[in-house]
């Protein structure tokens, strides 16, 4: 299937780590930008996190700039979200999607991206 499969949540304290990896099947990461994505309970899907093509850019939305990173190894047709420093406001389900280019970050150009995962639960919690 062409898809992405999402790994790498888990249930972590506040201050804690994770890192999600975003593993490509069925497709390459070639020429594609990939954005990370996470939707809390009872809220919209939205964008928190692109990198580009290349992985020379990158961007992310205020509430995570300085505490997470995104890179890519297009070697191994993955990319990947460390996530530092978690809050509990965190807590979502984190998935990837592919587009040309990064749009806008946020919930209105989630609509962009394809090749969606079923997602990588993370729960940050005492």
């Known amino acids: 299937q062409v898809q992405f499969v999402e790994s790498g949540g888990g249930l972590v304290q506040p201050g804690g780590s994770l890192r999600l990896s975003c593993a490509a099947s069925?497709?390459?990461?070639?020429?594609?930008?990939v954005g990370w994505f996470r939707q809390a309970p009872g809220k919209e899907r939205e964008g928190i996190s692109c990198i580009s093509s290349n992985g020379r850019s990158t961007n992310y939305v205020d509430s995570v700039k300085g505490r997470f990173t995104i890179s890519r190894d297009n070697a191994k047709n993955t990319v990947y979200l460390q996530m530092n420093s978690l809050k509990p406001e965190d807590t979502a389900v984190y998935y990837c999607?592919?587009?040309?280019?990064?749009?806008?970050?946020?919930?209105?150009?989630?609509?962009?991206?394809?090749?969606w995962g079923q997602g990588t639960q993370v729960t940050v919690s005492s």
């Open positions: 999607g592919a587009a040309q280019v990064c749009h806008t970050l946020g919930a209105a150009t989630t609509s962009l991206y394809h090749y």
């Open positions: 069925g497709f390459t990461l070639d020429f594609r930008a």
